[in-house]
């Protein structure tokens, strides 16, 4: 029997990744990308590709403090936005897409893109439903 090399082991533990099983680590990546807030800001960093904490609270309207705190970590955490903090007073905190975060943005655009394009459409569908279907 051979011994499997180290890029052998990774690149078979990347071909098992099936986020249908539930150990499966990408199940946690889909739970994080699919949140609403990492959504919006990575279509938020879209352009201009670098936005002030500031900048990025006010294109997010409605998102707490906290929330927008939260979200901007994880995703450094997972590589997909670099934080950057420049000394001045008062101090300026940018965040720039990585590579990473650039490849998923193009699909963020386009789940955005879609439920603004059809959210007349499932209104509708949400009245009819609920005529069909009284409580």
């Not at 670098?50 to 955490?77: C, D, H, N, P």
Request: with cysteine.
């Amino acid at each position: 029997m051979a011994t499997a090399t180290a890029g052998e082991k990774r690149a078979q533990a990347k071909a098992d990744y099936d986020a249908f099983l539930a150990g499966c680590p990408s199940r946690r990546l889909l739970e994080r990308i699919s949140d609403k807030w990492v959504a919006l800001v990575l279509a938020a960093l879209d352009e201009p590709r670098t936005l002030r904490y500031s900048e990025l609270s006010r294109r997010l309207a409605g998102v707490s403090q906290k929330m927008l705190t939260q979200t901007l970590r994880s995703l450094e955490r997972d590589g997909m936005l670099t934080r950057t903090v420049t000394p001045t007073v008062p101090v300026t905190v940018t965040y720039e897409l990585t590579e990473l975060g650039a490849s998923l943005q193009g699909v963020m655009h386009g789940l955005k893109a879609w439920a603004e394009g059809h959210m007349d459409e499932v209104l509708r569908n949400r009245e009819q439903y609920d005529r069909e279907r009284p409580t």
